[in-house]
């Protein structure tokens, strides 16, 4: 059974940082490519942030290039998203995501497992 766990959710500063944590059970983690969307409360969910199967490919959303920087321990099956320079509008609920042999995809149709999310609150 596959399960993906998020946690490092909270309450954050504008300005500040938080460091969201994935771990991945009941797959191979080093085949799957690993993604962060969010959802804020009453938007759809977007993409965030990805990391390829290998490691080599990550690719990274607009609004927060520069800021958030995904990573992966495959020793952890373990997959990082660290958030500086946060604002307000990053305030969602964040969910990892897993996708076969993925090249990091900012579209989460290839993603088959997700996890339940961690809720990230930033004040301004």
């Known amino acids: 059974q596959v399960q993906l766990v998020e946690s490092g959710g909270g309450l954050g500063q504008a300005g500040g940082s938080l460091r969201l944590s994935c771990a991945a059970s009941?797959?191979?983690?080093?085949?799957?490519?690993m993604g962060w969307f969010r959802q804020a409360p009453g938007k759809e969910r977007e993409f965030v942030a990805a990391?390829?199967?290998?490691?080599?490919?990550?690719n990274y959303a607009d609004s927060v290039k520069g800021r958030f920087t995904v990573s992966r321990d495959n020793a952890r099956n373990t997959v990082y998203l660290q958030m500086n320079s946060l604002k307000p509008e990053d305030t969602a609920d964040y969910y990892c995501?897993?996708?076969?042999w993925g090249s990091g995809s900012g579209d989460e149709r290839p993603y088959a497992y997700w996890g339940q999310g961690t809720q990230v609150t930033v004040s301004s």
């Open positions: 990391i390829s199967w290998s490691g080599v490919s990550r």
């Open positions: 995501a897993a996708d076969h």
């Open positions: 009941g797959l191979t983690f080093n085949s799957y490519a």
